[in-house]
């Protein structure tokens, strides 16, 4: 069975300050990995994905795949940051979306 | 482009009662699911079909029941509303597989309460 593990229910940071937002997962096959954000009175959407390597919004994931994580990080938090971030597993048949408990980031000024 | 639309926003229900959430996509997505999201449980998968006709259960789907007879329209019922079912319902749908863009797009959410 997968799993998506999000150690911190909450965050809070400083503007400026660096942010890591934690995710462990598992899982027996090759994982494919997402990051979702759900901001105030907004619908949940994409952040990024880690097959394709990119940076959204100054945020970036690497899988790694000898510790099982997927970390989302930013160097300088901003306060349009503020949301509830999850971290997501999809199965090798691509039918399984699985969510992790969530992190509410609080950037405060 | 209307996405994925939820309806009805919030519902109070008795225990006991049956309702059905209604979930329609106009892009064509092969597949659909549905979500509860609970503090600190993050989303758990209740139901998800890869496309018309074909429906599978999810990580809790006692409770529930789904059926998909067209590509747009995924309806999530439940038969005898419990208290336990207090939750926001959130409907996903995307292209199925492997696809590149797989994106899941989500509907607004529905806040159930049961009472």
């Known amino acids: 069975a997968q799993r998506v593990t999000q150690p911190e229910k909450l965050l809070s940071v400083f503007k400026g300050a660096p942010v890591e937002l934690k995710c462990n997962y598992s899982?027996?096959?090759?994982?494919?990995l997402f990051w979702y954000v759900q901001y105030s009175r907004q619908r949940l959407q994409l952040l990024l994905r880690h097959i394709s390597r990119e940076s959204i919004k100054g945020f970036t994931a690497d899988l790694n795949k000898g510790e099982t994580s997927f970390h989302l990080k930013k160097p300088f938090a901003q306060e349009e940051d503020s949301a509830m971030y999850y971290c997501a597993l999809r199965d090798n048949a691509g039918n399984m979306l699985t969510f992790g408990g969530g992190t509410r980031l609080m950037v405060k000024p | 482009n209307a996405g994925v639309t939820q309806t009805p926003k919030f519902q109070v229900l008795k225990t006991g009662q049956s309702m059905t959430l209604q979930c329609a996509q106009d892009m064509n997505h092969e597949y659909m699911s549905w979500y509860r999201q609970d503090p600190g449980m993050g989303l758990r998968l209740i139901h998800y079909s890869v496309g018309a006709g074909i429906t599978d259960q999810g990580e809790v789907p006692n409770g529930y029941n789904v059926s998909r007879s067209t590509t747009e329209d995924f309806p999530l019922r439940l038969l005898s509303a419990a208290p336990s079912q207090t939750s926001v319902y959130f409907c996903?749908?995307?292209?199925?597989?492997?696809?590149?863009?797989?994106?899941?797009?989500f509907g607004q959410g529905t806040r159930l309460t049961v009472v």
């Open positions: 996903a749908s995307r292209l199925t597989g492997r696809k590149v863009n797989t994106e899941a797009f």
């Open positions: 899982y027996s096959g090759s994982p494919e």
